[in-house]
C-alpha cells in the first residue's frame, strides 16, 4: 500500500540550531514528494518538492530536501531555525498520474529562544 | 495570481444539519481535490475533478458528502445531516499541468 511516515511527532530546538525533519514512503515506483508547512488554523504552504533529477532540493525559507532512493527517504534540513519556522510540517507523496496526495501524519516543531 | 480561496473559514452547527462549503481554485487550474485533515493528523483525499468531472471518490466519501464543480472552476462541498464526527478542516487544493497541489486556507467546522 502507498503511504508516507513522519516518524516524529514532536521536534523542539533552539533558535539557530540546525534541524532535520524525517520523512519516509512506501511506493511500488518512485514518487512525486513534497514538504509542506501549516500555521496553526491555516492551510497548507508549499516549501519544496522533488520531481526527479537533483537529489537535493532547495526550498523556500531556507529549507532543503535530500531524496534518498537506498533508503526511501525525503527528510527536511535547515542549517539554522528561527523562532517563525515553529509550525507544523507535513511530507506528502504522490505516484497516480496526478491524483491524490497521501500526507504523512506531521511533525510539529516547537523551536526555544 | 490569487491563491485558492476557501468559504466560510469556519462553520459551527448543530448535529443533523446540512453544511456547504466553497473553494475557488487558482484561475485556469484544471484540477481540483478535497482533503479533509482532523486534529492531529495529516490530510486524507476526499475526491478530484478534472475540469468538471468527478474521476475518484474516497471510500471516507459517505453517502451523506457530495461535492460538485459544476461550470469547471469553483466547487461545492456539501455534508447533510452532519454528525460530531464530521468536525475537522476542509481543505480545497488546485492544480494545472503538474503534480503540484496548491492549498487554500481550509474550512474548519464544528459540529455540536
Known amino acids: 500500500a502507498q503511504s508516507v511516515t513522519q516518524p516524529d511527532i514532536h521536534i523542539t530546538v533552539s533558535e539557530g540550531a540546525s534541524l532535520e525533519l524525517r520523512c519516509n514512503y512506501s511506493y511500488g515506483a518512485t514518487p512525486y514528494l513534497f514538504w509542506y508547512v501549516q500555521s496553526p488554523g491555516q492551510g497548507l504552504q508549499l516549501l519544496l518538492k522533488y520531481f526527479s533529477g537533483d537529489t537535493l532540493v532547495q526550498g523556500i525559507k531556507g529549507f532543503e530536501a535530500e531524496f534518498k532512493r537506498s533508503q526511501s527517504s525525503f527528510n527536511l534540513r535547515k542549517p539554522s531555525v528561527h523562532w517563525s519556522d515553529a509550525a507544523e510540517y507535513f511530507c506528502?507523496?504522490?505516484?497516480?498520474?496526478?491524483?491524490?496526495?497521501?500526507f504523512g501524519s506531521g511533525t510539529k516543531l516547537n523551536v526555544k529562544p | 495570481d490569487t491563491g485558492v480561496s476557501q468559504n466560510p473559514r469556519h462553520k459551527i452547527t448543530k448535529r443533523g444539519q446540512n453544511v456547504t462549503f466553497r473553494c475557488d481554485p487558482i484561475?485556469?487550474?484544471?484540477?481540483l481535490y478535497w482533503y479533509r485533515q482532523t486534529l492531529g493528523q495529516g490530510p486524507e483525499f476526499l475526491t478530484y475533478?478534472?475540469?468538471?468531472?468527478?474521476?475518484?471518490k474516497s471510500r471516507l466519501l459517505s453517502d451523506r458528502f457530495s461535492a460538485e464543480r459544476p461550470k469547471g472552476s469553483f466547487s461545492t462541498l456539501e455534508i447533510q445531516r452532519t454528525e460530531q464526527g464530521d468536525s475537522a478542516m476542509y481543505l480545497c487544493?488546485?492544480?494545472?499541468?503538474?503534480?503540484?497541489?496548491?492549498f487554500g486556507p481550509g474550512t474548519r467546522l464544528t459540529v455540536l
Open positions: 484561475s485556469e487550474h484544471n484540477r
Open positions: 487544493a488546485s492544480s494545472s499541468q503538474g503534480p503540484t497541489q496548491y
Open positions: 475533478f478534472q475540469n468538471e468531472a468527478q474521476l475518484e
Open positions: 506528502a507523496g504522490e505516484v497516480d498520474n496526478f491524483n491524490k496526495f497521501y
